[in-house]
């Protein structure tokens, strides 16, 4: 069974254009949650808002319009804008995938993460190194604010191959390291993983459906592979067991970002 995104609160109108200067524009409501989700590709894809500026986010919001609703705020665009900028997001009512990697001591992981649910996410990551009790601190601090609130454990990052994971001391094939480490996640806890599609089949053959598989490293046919390692194409991931696969510069940097969603929506199938 896929794990849902909460707080779906999809559009099938047209995004508004003519939004106040500083604010997200808003999305329109779709009646039925669960349809959407079954039925609508929209529901798998989260586009990646890899940027410096609210400004910038918003202007890729406005561009894609109805063709996604979840976007992923990282690193990058939290530490500029700060916790606003998900919160505008939200109030837009979009979905936000906050991917924050959380990595720490169990007490500051799980304090983190109440914070992060206050804010409405829908989606958030730790990293599943950090061990069980950490990650069983963070599930259990979400599951407190919000119980629908999903904990992604990230496995072995997309951007590394089998030499990577070697030359900082793991034995492990990447395959082996990400089924070891999906256990330790879901014995804790989360309800899903990050991982490359590359190992999201072996994930599902192993373990089974019931949790999210969020593959980030996604490019379409004949798209740059930048600094990712392990990529798939849309299709493929989503073949491979994916419930849901992230986006970034292929629709980002996309002279028409709405055109280049719906065609990674048409490869999706």
């Not at 996604?68 to 505008?88: C, I, N, S």
């Not at 990697?101 to 950090?130: F, Q, R």
């Amino acid at each position: 069974m896929q794990a849902a995104l909460p707080n779906l609160i999809p559009s099938r109108g047209s995004s508004d254009s003519n939004s106040p200067a500083g604010e997200f524009p808003k999305a329109g409501e779709f009646p039925k949650a669960g349809e959407f989700l079954k039925n609508d590709a929209r529901g798998k894809l989260i586009v990646a808002l890899d940027v410096s500026t609210a400004e910038a986010a918003r202007k890729i919001v406005a561009a894609v319009g109805d063709s996604a609703l979840t976007y992923k705020v990282g690193m990058q665009l939290y530490t500029a804008e700060g916790p606003q900028v998900v919160r505008d997001l939200v109030a837009s009512g979009r979905r936000v995938f906050l991917d924050l990697k959380y990595h720490d001591i169990p007490n500051t992981v799980a304090a983190a993460v109440t914070e992060a649910a206050k804010l409405g996410v829908s989606m958030l990551t730790v990293h599943a190194a950090g061990g069980g009790k950490m990650l069983r601190a963070a599930s259990d601090a979400a599951r407190a604010v919000n119980p629908a609130l999903l904990v992604l454990a990230v496995t072995v990052l997309t951007s590394l191959d089998q030499r990577d994971i070697e030359q900082v001391g793991i034995q492990n094939t990447v395959r082996d390291e990400v089924l070891l480490l999906t256990r330790l996640a879901l014995a804790n806890g989360c309800q899903g993983i990050v991982t490359s599609a590359r190992e999201a089949r072996a994930v599902r053959t192993e373990l089974g459906d019931d949790f999210a598989i969020v593959t980030p490293g996604v490019r379409p046919a004949g798209a740059a592979h930048g600094d990712q390692a392990r990529v798939v194409t849309p299709a493929e991931a989503i073949a491979a067991g994916a419930s849901y696969i992230v986006v970034g510069r292929p629709i980002t940097e996309a002279e028409d970002p709405a055109a280049a969603a719906r065609a990674i929506l048409e490869q999706m199938g």
